[in-house]
């Protein structure tokens, strides 16, 4: 192979040469003047914001964000992060993210050489209104967009430096004593996506075999109990995965909080704050139907599907202080385990390379007969008796972080992560030609080391390893190196 092949003495430097390169490059990313905000997170949808002071009217509306201003009884608070990430890959294998993506097969021109990234696309901009209240009835809504939108251009150039807006949530909730409303684009509730459960890492989410996904969706939601524990039961109709399917995903949760019982949290790339124990329980329920397995298809065949996720956020040594809101010397455990059937979409980047097979052409006809399935790539397939069959996933994330004892907590930390995921039919739903080409189990692993010398500055340096096993044995593996800058305002 050219260039650098992963058998080269040096491939395992280079990860962590091109995170320190990159440390050293956004060093030097400016600092804000003052030290405001400093105990709010930036992601809307990670839902850790610091509860704001109760005597201050305008904190209360804005849930804490410093940017923010008020007319008419109108609230409008503007949030986001500028993001620098440079990442060194040993294989050319991934985009931006490693996500769920398959890996490059090793001895290959792709799964032998590295590639380095630079990209803002993960930067976010979003903005938070409140309405005047009328009686005990709360309505609000969020626009918020990162830059991952889909690019007309194939060209490098434009993919990383004339990126795209894309939409993430852009929703309204209403809040009353008997139920509370959410309208739009938000988190799925299977996994419990934005209750504070995503792991603490440098690494773009999702992680192998991690819940996360956005989705259109109408949810009903209710909070019993009181300031020492709550308890929220949710339901929501969801974006079908295939409009053909002609119904709604169903998806339902409970969530239990022990407020009493803290410690630090920072979903994703955030800034730590004080959350409460969490333990959330959630489940998927979806109908597919599925052209039949023909050049011209005639029928329908319906298939089933959904799946099973749970979640725990738990302060192994817990916040302490004045409302529990110092995050020195805390150590903190999330864990997710799932188990779904014809959902890989809500794995993003999930397919574990499955196909559906090619057309029997025993008259060997020109043109080659063709099937035009309509469902994305993952969910389902035909076996070679021309049945139709859900394709079968099982995983698991757990990530530790601890906070140093000064500064709150919140200058230095550590983050590791570890996930698994296997399939028990994805080689074996797969002709003997392609088992190669299909992988039925993955595993991952990070570090992270996040310094914050001022509230809005956080650097994060980041070593992360994924591997996938395919269907004749062989296991590709990928190291990153990854150095990342974010400005939270």
């Not at 008020?70 to 990430?85: K, N, T």
């Not at 309208?183 to 075999?209: E, S």
């Not at 916040?319 to 794995?347: F, I």
């Not at 990530?399 to 230095?412: A, I, T, V």
């Amino acid at each position: 192979m050219r260039r650098l092949s992963r058998r080269h003495p040096w491939y395992l430097a280079m990860p962590f040469a091109g995170s320190i390169i990159a440390i050293a490059s956004v060093w030097a990313c400016p600092a804000h003047a003052a030290d405001t905000g400093a105990d709010t997170a930036a992601d809307v949808g990670a839902d850790t914001r610091a509860t704001p002071p109760p005597s201050t009217v305008g904190a209360q509306k804005s849930r804490g964000i410093p940017l923010h201003v008020e007319s008419g009884g109108w609230g409008v608070s503007m949030y986001g992060f500028a993001e620098l990430d440079t990442m060194y890959d040993t294989t050319r294998s991934f985009a931006d993210g490693i996500v769920n993506n398959t890996l490059a097969r090793p001895h290959t021109y792709a799964g032998d050489n590295p590639e380095m990234q630079f990209t803002v696309r993960n930067s976010r901009l979003g903005f938070d209104l409140r309405a005047p209240d009328v009686g005990q009835i709360k309505t609000s809504g969020v626009i918020e967009m990162d830059f991952f939108g889909s690019q007309a251009s194939s060209t490098e150039g434009d993919l990383y430096a004339n990126a795209i807006i894309r939409l993430r949530h852009f929703y309204v909730k209403m809040e009353s004593p008997v139920i509370d409303v959410l309208a739009g684009q938000y988190h799925d509730l299977y996994g419990w996506g934005g209750a504070g459960f995503y792991p603490n890492t440098v690494a773009f989410l999702p992680l192998l075999g991690e819940v996360y996904h956005r989705n259109p969706q109408f949810r009903l939601s209710k909070v019993f109990g009181g300031s020492a524990v709550s308890v929220e039961i949710a339901a929501a109709a969801v974006r079908p995965a295939q409009r053909d399917s002609a119904l709604p995903d169903g998806q339902a949760g409970i969530l239990l909080k022990v407020n009493g019982f803290r410690g630090a949290a920072a979903p994703g790339a955030s800034r730590p704050v004080s959350a409460p124990f969490a333990v959330g329980v959630s489940a998927l329920g979806r109908r597919l139907s599925i052209t039949d397995f023909s050049a011209v298809p005639g029928n329908e065949h319906t298939a089933y599907a959904g799946g099973v996720a749970g979640n725990i956020f738990l302060p192994i040594i817990p916040a302490h202080g004045p409302g529990q809101e110092d995050l020195g010397n805390t150590l903190s455990l999330t864990l997710e385990g799932s188990m779904e059937t014809g959902a890989a979409d809500l794995y993003p980047g999930l397919t574990g390379g499955v196909l559906f097979p090619s057309l029997p052409n025993p008259q060997g006809t020109v043109p080659v007969p063709t099937y035009s399935p309509n469902v994305d790539p993952g969910l389902v397939t035909y076996d070679s008796y021309d049945t139709l069959h859900t394709i079968n996933w099982s995983s698991a994330v757990a990530n530790l972080h601890y906070h140093f004892p000064f500064g709150e907590g919140k200058r230095l930390w550590l983050s590791f992560t570890g996930s698994v995921i296997q399939s028990n039919n994805s080689v074996d739903l797969t002709p003997v030609q392609g088992k190669a080409f299909v992988w039925n189990k993955g595993n991952y692993l990070d570090g992270n080391i996040w310094i914050s010398p001022t509230g809005p500055l956080v650097l994060g340096l980041s070593f992360q390893t994924v591997a996938q096993t395919f269907g004749d044995g062989v296991t590709a593996r990928n190291y990153r190196g990854e150095g990342s800058c974010y400005f939270f305002f």
